[in-house]
């Protein structure tokens, strides 16, 4: 009988052990230290040893970034901070996880509990946000009059393909490297002394971003 080798068995369970997802769901708002109830999103994280992110129910990134984890706070919450939906932020979670505060940049802090997510819902009720990157067209004086190419071209047409191009990985930062493993491709176990494992998130271990592939660019709508 074909038997998987023990590395890769291992490599397997070690990523089911350390990649966990939960549903959040919002219940609270405060502002200025005032707390008022607010039903309002619920979205997936998923967590690894070193870092969260917002995810799908499978824990596929949704590409907004990642929040690194910095330790534990005075009042025993797990701190973690990086760039989210909510842009840049601190994700606190209590120890179970079953609470989660997110400190977003203006002071503003939301508050979260865990749930299991409703029947048949596998990715964030939250709506995404808008671009504000400024689409880039040639002027022209008539918008409607082709610009070299002897093509018709409609400027409501031509100024939604112009908000296409290269940007920025936001799950590497443009670093093209692995975020978990820092590009080396190892990673190392803080509870079991710093033992170095093949990192489970990069493709292969290779070290490179899963997003972009290692290109620190990605192609589409610019943000």
């Known amino acids: 009988m074909f038997r998987l080798p023990?590395?890769?068995?291992?490599?397997?369970?070690?990523f089911l052990a350390i990649a966990q997802t939960y549903y959040y769901e919002r219940v609270a708002i405060v502002?200025?230290?005032?707390?008022?109830a607010a039903s309002g999103d619920g979205h997936f994280i998923t967590f690894?040893?070193?870092?969260?992110y917002d995810s799908d129910i499978n824990g596929y990134s949704e590409e907004f970034g990642v929040l690194m984890y910095e330790g534990a706070t005075d009042n025993n919450l797990h701190s973690y901070y990086g760039k989210s939906y909510f842009g840049n932020a601190y994700y606190f979670f209590a120890t179970d996880r079953s609470r989660l505060n997110i400190k977003k940049s203006?002071?503003?802090?939301?508050?979260?509990?865990?749930?299991?997510?409703?029947?048949?819902v596998v990715k964030s009720s939250r709506v995404r946000p808008i671009s504000k990157s400024t689409p880039v067209f040639v002027p022209h004086?008539?918008?409607?009059?082709?610009?070299?190419?002897?093509d018709y071209v409609p400027a409501k047409e031509r100024e939604?393909?112009?908000r296409y191009g290269y940007y920025d990985c936001t799950t590497c930062y443009g670093t093209g490297k692995c975020q978990i493993c820092g590009g080396d491709g190892i990673w190392r176990n803080s509870l079991?002394?710093?033992t170095?494992?093949?990192?489970?998130?990069?493709?292969?271990?290779?070290?490179?971003?899963?997003?972009?592939?290692?290109?620190?660019?990605?192609?589409?709508?610019v943000r």
């Open 160 to 162: 939604q393909q112009s």
């Open 106 to 120: 203006n002071g503003e802090i939301l508050v979260y509990v865990r749930k299991s997510p409703p029947e048949g």
């Open 6 to 14: 023990i590395f890769i068995i291992f490599a397997c369970n070690c």
């Open 192 to 194: 079991e002394g710093l």
């Open 31 to 36: 502002t200025d230290n005032v707390k008022r």
């Open 48 to 52: 690894t040893p070193k870092a969260c």
């Open 196 to 221: 170095d494992h093949l990192c489970p998130v990069c493709p292969n271990s290779s070290g490179r971003c899963a997003s972009c592939g290692g290109k620190g660019k990605k192609y589409g709508i």
């Open 141 to 150: 004086e008539n918008p409607d009059v082709s610009i070299g190419t002897g």
